[in-house]
């Protein structure tokens, strides 16, 4: 694989993750650079490994992955959408503040979630001439770097919806879901 096919690479499989962090910044007090990075880190190291995987499950059952992939992303991605948008809907802003920082455990199976693509990037690599481990570590290093910047500006749609963006987030995490399906469906 050329260098460019490999950054064009790097950066579709980070588009999604980019996506969800922009609903992940809305959703948050004024999040800093710090957790801005911190979540950019959990989603690449995520999106670094499930390629590795991926290519790993390529060398033994590349098409048990190939089917399922949408249904496993788009599912996880209902689900974690329609939870945060009920809890934008129960709360009030009078009541409940944002929070300052997204749990570890809801960051992972949102980076998990956006990273099934890459997980079945990972199995078609499998069968091309490619070193995994540079492709992998090219995919988190985008993946880092587009969460990051997609929690920072979520910051300025946080305030621009006010408190809904738990909700707006929702329905962004539920539409790259749909997306995911869509495209996998589409393409049959």
Known sequence: MNPISLIFLAFAMSTDAFAAALGKGASLHKPRFAEALRTGLIFGVIETITPIIGWGIGQVAARFVESWDHWIAFVLLLGLGLHMIYNGMKHDDAEVEKPNQHSFFILAVTA????????????????????????ATAI????????????????????????????????????????????????M
Do not use: C
């Open 112 to 135: 998990f979630a956006t990273s099934i693509d890459a997980l079945a990037v990972g199995v078609g690599l499998a069968f091309v001439d490619v070193n995994i481990l540079v492709a």
């Open 140 to 187: 988190g290093l985008a993946t880092t770097v587009m969460v990051t910047i997609g929690v920072m500006l979520g910051r300025v749609l946080g305030a621009v919806v006010g408190k809904r963006a738990e909700m707006v987030g929702g329905v962004v995490l539920m539409v790259v879901g749909a997306a995911i399906l869509y495209e996998h469906l589409s393409a």
